[in-house]
């Protein structure tokens, strides 16, 4: 019963379902208990030779990653977005275990990064910031919807913070004018509860030296380098800075097929280029919108980011791609600086280092 065991795991709140395999592929185990840590560790010291673990990304993979770290060979937190084989026939907990089990086994598993756990406070306080503020952008777009029906045409998002006057008349007065109210009262509690969030998230990433560092770069500001180090952890997950461009969804998606074609009885690759696709769909979209956000504004603010854009608008190039170029190249800054720990350099803005 020694060697490779890959297990696995499917998580729910009050039960484990677990599927063992050996290195020949075949299910040597399977399993049932309760979601508590004492069951899972007894279960798991009961077998031998190297374990490597499998489960799904969801609400208990955080705990349970840090509970089986110290005890298995490898764990692999696994994307239940690109678990195609689980959707796949019959479903239930005990097929969903053997699944995955197989598919580890296979290693076509898709990662989801768990790992730096003195980032773990930096990390939460990045998620309850920006789920706030997204719950206050949709109060917000609710508020202005109630004011369009009304007929006022609201130019500037600063003017749904205090709501104007009501020059609606009769029934339609009391109707109109009291509706928005509840979603001010929303408004305020949020706004307080956001600027809460905000003063903990700062405090918090000022222990951590990258922070400064970070901050450093033109665009990137305290906010926005907290949250770098809240959604990424760390550089070191990234080898180049086209792997960071895929994660944040600059990466170029392309297609090509009948790649070779026979000449004189021998094959050769086609020279036809291939096509373009554009930007790759699966990536993170909170970094996505926050390397974006850092683009336009380093395109309207004097210093050496809008240098660099203004050089390539000069050279021809479309705004929008323009500004996609100078997001790709505020990442690639990004993942240099934290990688290095080095202080932010106008050189870096120069083709060759590109």
Known sequence: MDGTKYIGMDVHKESVSIAVMNSA????MESVIGTK???ILQFV????GDLLVTFEEGTWAAWLYDLLRPHVTRIVVC??????LLKDGNKSDRIDAQKLAEVLYLNKLKPVYHGEHGLRAVKELVRSYSTVTKD???????VKAIYHRLGYSL???ASLWTAPSCGVAGEDHRAGCASPQFYYQQLDALRALRQEVRRELLKESKKHKAWRLLCRIPSIGPIRAAMLMGILQTPHRFRTKRQLWTYSGFGIETRSSADHRSVEGQLRRARKPASIRGLNENHN???KNLFKSAAIIASNKPGPFQEFYAALLTKGMRPEMARLTLARKIAAITLHVWKKGASFDAQYLKPQTA
């Open 285 to 287: 979209h909170d970094l």
């Open 79 to 84: 994307n239940p977005r690109r678990n195609a």
């Open 45 to 48: 010291h009961g077998l031998r």
């Open 136 to 142: 206050l952008t949709r109060v917000m777009s609710r």
């Open 37 to 39: 840590a004492s069951m």
């Open 155 to 157: 130019h500037r998002q």
């Open 25 to 28: 592929g075949k299910v040597v």
